[in-house]
């Protein structure tokens, strides 16, 4: 990703079955009625397959215990399944939207829970949208995994795909409402480096992923 005077660093994972990068503690969501995740990814090569970021509704705010599958992305797209009584969710990149060319890519989930809106925005577009759990609120406390999934209690972690990511990751970053797609992420995609943080709702800041395996390196 371009860098510009404002230093930044990347996460580059190396091996898909080892590289994990994940928070030391889990995250309080404030059981929000909405949220986004978006991050920069870029995938080492053409075609490679593997998930990048899962995120786990734990039960502690302390320790990553009792994990269960909310979100999970993949070079295909992202599974939901925040909500264990509804049918899971898939958001499609689509068949003009890759990810995974080798090039990067700004990806975003927006979920609207007023008005059960379930989006998929890549640069700034909508890929994908249904929708899903309106009038519902997020679990109270969440955990984000970069790169190989970790196991989780209720099912099997990798449901599309069953290795992690090889390539980098930025910004992966988290907030407690829906952002504006027009006003908010599309002047993210511009420039990664030198659009400022938006802390209004920011739950979970890049910073956040301290817990590393596998020959993940800062780049």
């Not at 399944?81 to 060319?101: C, H, Q, R, W």
């Not at 027009?182 to 990664?192: A, G, Y």
Request: with cysteine.
């Amino acid at each position: 990703c371009r860098k510009t005077i404002q230093v930044d660093y990347d996460l580059y994972f190396s091996d898909p079955l080892r590289s994990t990068a994940a928070q030391v503690v889990p995250f309080y969501t404030g059981e929000t009625n909405s949220l986004t995740i978006a991050m920069w990814v870029q995938f080492a090569q053409k075609d490679d397959t593997g998930i990048f970021f899962t995120l786990y509704g734990v039960q502690s705010p302390h320790i990553a215990n009792h994990r269960r599958l909310l979100l999970q992305a993949h070079s295909s797209g992202v599974q939901v399944s925040i909500f264990e009584d509804l049918p899971d969710a898939f958001l499609s990149f689509g068949e003009y939207t890759s990810v995974n060319d080798g090039q990067w890519h700004h990806v975003a989930i927006l979920w609207d829970g007023v008005s059960g809106q379930l989006q998929l925005i890549t640069e700034g577009l909508i890929a994908s949208k249904m929708e899903y759990g309106g009038g519902r609120a997020m679990p109270e406390y969440a955990w984000a995994v970069l790169g190989r999934p970790q196991p989780d209690d209720t099912r099997h972690s990798a449901s599309y795909a069953e290795s992690g990511f090889q390539g980098t990751i930025t910004k992966a970053q988290v907030w407690g409402r829906a952002l504006d797609i027009t006003s908010e992420i599309q002047k993210q995609v511009r420039d990664c480096r030198s659009e400022p943080v938006l802390y209004h709702g920011l739950i979970l800041n890049w910073a956040g992923y301290e817990v590393t395996s596998g020959g993940v390196e800062r780049t």
